[in-house]
């Protein structure tokens, strides 16, 4: 009998092993995704998915890459696809206005997808302590946004959401004593308070009036804030609910206008 030797493997050609498929350029992972830069960039953000440094940069050392894992983990999204929806939405919409039909248009604003980022924190964050832990800069950001005047960048809902859940937070701090520490300095009031056993730390900026510079990109920040929104509103209704209170907390408009801060809410059980 003839023992067949084993047949030699043939040599991969370059490109199609090691770092040439283990990385994408950000130009390759926008065609693989099939989305434009501005929502890849928000995807990346909401997702936690940065940049990486391969040690041999196989399509030139200007690019900007990332793992082929990321990306292929990015495919697999439910926000991707309402990307996509939202803009072929927005493409009906501008086909509409181009044929001044007014009635088409009102009628697709009305009906526009939209995306929810529940699953997104919980992701990140199995358990509520895990979620208490990582709020600081929530929080900051909320603080933040609620002192900014309403423009071009900033919608008034916006601004508005973040003055609540910032408000909603600051009641539940009174309401349990949780507020350890306070401190001046020149940015603003710093505090720290004990939240399930985890300190919180926040700063809130003093009122002055704000000038937005032009060179900040809004957009980057606006989509932190996003997450940062449900984030928040995730801690609040559990603090609430577990204090027996109803969440949301009513409103008092008068008490609102006249800037009273946290009796402004009413708290019902």
Known sequence: LHVLAPMARAPKKKGQAGHAVQFLTRQQSIKKLQVSLADFRRLCILKGVYPRDPSK????????????????????????????????????????????????????????????LDHLVKER???????????????????????????????????????RLVLEFQTLVALTHSLRKIFLSIKGCYFQAEIMGQPVTWLVPYEFSQDLPEEVDYRVMLTFLELYETQLRFINYRLFTQKGLTYPPKLNKALEDANAGISSLLLEK
Not at 134 to 143: I, K, N, R, S
């Open 125 to 163: 964050y199995p358990t509520f302590v895990d979620a208490v832990r990582d709020m600081d800069d929530a929080l900051c950001m909320a603080t933040i946004f609620s002192n900014l005047p309403s423009t071009g960048h900033i919608e008034v809902k916006r601004t508005d959401n973040c003055q």
């Open 57 to 116: 940069k196989v399509k030139g050392k200007d690019k900007t890459y990332y793992a082929l894992k990321d990306i292929q983990f990015l495919l697999h999204e439910p926000v991707l696809e309402k990307f996509r929806e939202i803009r072929a939405h927005n493409k009906k919409i501008t086909r509409a206005k181009g044929r001044q039909d007014p009635f088409r248009v009102k009628l697709l604003e009305k009906t526009k997808p939209f995306y929810m």
